[in-house]
């Protein structure tokens, strides 16, 4: 590629690289063969003068993220086979052309060898949300990708950016919005049960489909118990526990859009009748004026930290949230509890919630450490792709 920018690393940087690790840091840079801005293709180089990747310069701490090892042209070609590569990965565990289900994450940015990119799949329509500058100025080369590999199946493609990159001055001028086709069906199957999503209004990408796998685990655990779903956002868990067999499920969310999705979804599965209540209050408060109600609750937080110097407060938020939960559940009941800060690494979450056990007095056992689900892959070479964490506990 002609005329591209050349970084050259110190002395010994180019390690980590070379394992594959698709973050260049400032600090391992030496030099900047030419003028680069945000958002631009840049090949990478040893202080030897061996290549060792292209990617996307972003700046700040992580100031490129690499996209290819191999000296390739990142031209409309090489943007379809990554995405097809995404694709076939999905259909061989089973989730693209299932009849079942028809949500799931198509790209998970580096554990699919696609930094700062997330396109997640809703019956037909593609969201992309980038999370770097270079990757949403791709979406031209990736919306023809995504047509070139679902052909007529995709009817609608839309873009969830501007949250996803920051607060700078180029996130100023991006602007949410369909790039192909228009306002299409907003509800998906997932293990058979029907939900609403909102990827226009919603959080992330519309759906935490990242909890799919937990989803169906919590209804194998629901049949003839009383649950509680904090945090519950779209209802998910709701849906599934009361599909199972819930005597009764408690909802619990602090935001009214997320009470909304999660009622029209309760309607969708069961109509008037089912066994449930959504309360639109705190999750702190509502732990601790409903002590020793249920049998089986899940307690799936948004991240409390997004950033290393807010990671203490966000473990103190861990403890004191499970020890509610630990000490206000039923006798013989099963507790969920899940992390998705990528700050707060697993040693880190599973400390909070063994001092919150400790301070709720009561015998716990691990059931099940929880994770997520195959189409968030993580790559071999990059383990912070793993960000969720979950723990399945037995109360006594």
Known sequence: MSGITKIILGTGKEQSPKRFHPWIFSGAIKRIDGVVNPGD???????????????????????????????????????????????????????????????????????????????????????????????????????????????????????????????????????????????????????GNKIKVDWEEGQKTGFFIDQRENRKLVAQYAPGKKMLD?????????????????????????SKTAMKLTDQNIELNFGQGAKQSSHCVDAFDFLK?????????????????????????????????????ISGIRLGGFLFTFSCSQVVDKPLFYGAIMAAAIEAGRNVRIVQYLSQPADHPISIYHSEGEYLKGMLLFVE
């Not at 950033?307 to 103190?316: E, I, S, T």
């Open 230 to 254: 904090c945090f519950c956002y779209a209802g998910g868990f709701s849906v599934y526990a009361l599909r199972a067999g819930a005597t009764e499920v408690h909802s619990v969310d602090s």
């Open 41 to 191: 293709i840049v090949e990478v180089y040893s202080s030897k003068d061996e290549f060792l990747g292209i990617g996307h310069y972003q700046g700040g701490s992580i100031a490129v993220r690499i996209f290819s090892f191999e000296k390739i042209t990142p031209d409309a070609e090489f943007w379809r086979s990554k995405i097809e590569k995404a694709y076939l990965y999905r259909k061989a565990i089973g989730l693209a052309e299932n009849n079942n289900t028809n949500v799931y994450r198509l790209v998970f940015a580096e554990g699919d060898g696609l930094p700062g990119l997330v396109v997640d799949y809703y019956n037909g329509t593609a969201v992309l949300q980038a999370h770097s500058i270079g990757m949403y100025k791709e979406r031209d080369y990736i919306v023809e990708a995504l047509k070139a590999v679902y052909g007529s199946s995709l009817k609608a493609i839309y873009n969830k950016s501007s949250e996803s990159l920051g607060n700078g001055e180029f996130a100023k001028g991006v602007k949410n919005g369909y790039l192909y086709g228009a306002d299409a069906e907003k509800q998906v199957l997932e293990n």
């Open 289 to 325: 004026d409903n002590q020793n109600q249920y049998d089986l609750m899940v307690v799936d937080p948004p991240a409390f930290a997004k950033h290393r110097d807010a990671r203490h407060q966000a473990v103190m938020g861990y403890k004191r949230l499970n020890a509610l939960a």
